[in-house]
């Protein structure tokens, strides 16, 4: 079995902060690409932001320069620190990751965490 398990949303203020966590337990080889997507309601869930496991990000255009995402591959968690964050942001958050296991690659989705930012 394959757990994503993310942590840290909540209800901020226009402006504030807020970090977002996403740890993989289970009985994992390696973990390729993992990312964060978000969806408001009546909206299609969108990628907000990923991460290889060399490093590499890319990030939506609505969230360049306030967003920034991380991985400790070690701990296999992978991190989401959102700055300025704006009423647009609210949304709920799922954690996404390439998973490979002995027999087996997939995507794997957490279960989502609530962001809602106050005007």
């Known amino acids: 079995q394959v757990q994503l398990v993310e942590s840290g949303g909540g209800l901020v203020q226009a402006g504030g902060s807020l970090r977002l966590s996403c740890a993989a337990s289970g009985s994992i080889l390696s973990i390729n690409a993992m990312g964060w997507y978000r969806q408001a309601p009546g909206n299609q869930r969108e990628l907000v932001a990923a991460?290889?496991?060399?490093?590499?990000?890319n990030y939506a255009d609505s969230v360049k320069g306030r967003f920034t995402i991380s991985r400790d591959n070690a701990k296999r968690t992978v991190f989401l620190e959102m700055n300025s964050l704006k009423p647009e942001d609210t949304a709920v958050y799922y954690c996404?990751?390439?998973?490979?296991?002995?027999?087996?690659?997939?995507?794997?989705w957490g279960k989502g965490t609530l962001v809602t930012v106050s005007s």
């Open positions: 991460i290889t496991s060399g490093g590499s990000t």
């Open positions: 996404n990751a390439d998973i490979i296991r002995l027999f087996s690659r997939m995507d794997y």
